[in-house]
């Protein structure tokens, strides 16, 4: 049973940062490419990060690049999200995911999800 299980979100002030985890379990964790989408109140989920198996790919939305860096541990089957220069605009609930590689980033190509973790940004 593969689970994806976030943590690290909260609520800051404008400018501050966040690091978000996701632990996964059930898997081959360095098989998987791993993403980030975000969900904001009222709007679609959409795609801000992702990396390969290896690590050495990422992919950004241009809303987050520059501001946000995607890595993973293949040792500890964990994937993180650093997010600096929080914005209000950042405000979603945020979700790890994972799936095989090739295809593109749509969310519809993702296997497994986690539950998500909320981060508020206040201005």
């Known amino acids: 049973q593969v689970q994806l299980v976030e943590s690290g979100g909260g609520l800051v002030q404008a400018g501050s940062s966040l690091r978000l985890s996701c632990i996964a379990s059930?898997?081959?964790?360095?098989?998987?490419?791993m993403a980030w989408f975000r969900q904001a109140p009222g709007k679609e989920r959409g795609f801000a990060a992702a990396i390969s198996g290896g690590g050495k790919t990422t992919s950004y939305a241009d809303s987050v690049k520059a501001r946000f860096s995607i890595s993973r541990d293949n040792a500890k089957n964990t994937v993180y999200l650093q997010m600096n220069s929080l914005k209000p605009e950042d405000t979603a609930v945020y979700y790890c995911a994972a799936k095989r590689p090739g295809g593109s980033m749509r969310s519809d190509e993702y296997s497994y999800w986690g539950q998500g973790t909320q981060v508020t940004v206040s201005s």
């Open positions: 059930g898997l081959t964790f360095r098989n998987y490419v």
